[in-house]
Structure formats: structure tokens, C-alpha cells
């Protein structure tokens, strides 16, 4: 999964003017800044919770065109949250676990690897790849569009899907 470059989000109570502040770091995915009372965020959070019944679908279709199954949490930071990407997808007595596929920045209730059981009413995004397409992954899209144009083609060069 590391191959797939990821995008992480931290939303903080601290305004931020303009594109998204983000931090580079070495190994890991870009972690991007962004204003809680971000309405274009907020708006691809909300779509995201509506539509998980998709994602559930195609996780438990098996179909083998469709991989990388993810969904992106929020955990508690200092300063708002965190949210990081869950991989690994397994279902248990009925209920979704992930494994935190993301060294964390802020948080220390989590660490890279381990299991978290995925609470459908906080999830922040979804997606999966079908056919090399991303499905889903509407806060990547999001900030992939507000990305400056040498980001968004080396984005699209490591990202290992097409976006539409």
C-alpha cells in the first residue's frame, strides 16, 4: 500500500488562508492543513459518510479488478484531528477493521500498523482503485485539485491510479 501515495489530512480549528498548508515528509504521505470550517471539505466529508454503503458493496464483491480498499478516520489532536488512512480491510463478527496505514504527526492514541475498528458515522473518506480508476476518495480529489499544477503531475505520476 505504501506504493500508492496517500494524502493525509489534519483538520485543525486554526484558519488557514488560501491553498491548504502541507508538510512533506520523507516515507510518508504529504500531510495537508486544513481550516475545520473548510465548506468544500466539509462537503466531501459529508458525501463520503452517504456514500460508504457503496464502498461496503464493493469491498465484500471480491470482484479482482477492485484493490487497495481504504477509509480515512479522524483521531484527536491537540489542536482538532487528524485524520488517517485505514488499510488492510477486514470484516470480524460484522464489523469493519482497518490497520493505520500512516505514521501519525500529531496523534499518539494510534501508531502505524495497528487495528482500529471503523466507526461508519466518523469516517471522513473512502475509496478503492477498479480497473487502475479511483473510486471514491473525494477529500483526495478535493485537494489534489487545489494542488499547484507541478504538484498535481507529480501527484498523478506516484499516485497509481487514474483520476477523473
Do not use: C
Amino acid at each position: 500500500m505504501k506504493n500508492l501515495l496517500l494524502l493525509l489530512l489534519v483538520l485543525s480549528a486554526q484558519p488557514i488562508l488560501g491553498q491548504a498548508e502541507k508538510t512533506e515528509r520523507p516515507v510518508e504521505p504529504t500531510i495537508y492543513d486544513v481550516d475545520s470550517e473548510d465548506a468544500q471539505m466539509n462537503e466531501a466529508i459529508k458525501k463520503s459518510r452517504i456514500t460508504f454503503g457503496e464502498f461496503l458493496v464493493a469491498f465484500r464483491s471480491k470482484n479482482p479488478s477492485q484493490r487497495n480498499f481504504s477509509v480515512k478516520m479522524p483521531f484527536a489532536t491537540e489542536y482538532g484531528a487528524e485524520h488517517i488512512w485505514l488499510t488492510n480491510m477486514e470484516i470480524k463478527d460484522e464489523k469493519l477493521f482497518g490497520v493505520v496505514d500512516n505514521l501519525p504527526q500529531s496523534v499518539n492514541t494510534v501508531r502505524l500498523g495497528d487495528v482500529v475498528e471503523i466507526d461508519s458515522e466518523k469516517i471522513t473518506d473512502w475509496f478503492y482503485i477498479d480497473n487502475e480508476k479511483l473510486i471514491g476518495g473525494l477529500t483526495i480529489r478535493l485537494l489534489r485539485d487545489r494542488m499547484s499544477k507541478s504538484d498535481k503531475k507529480r501527484f498523478d505520476r506516484t499516485f497509481g491510479a487514474t483520476i477523473d
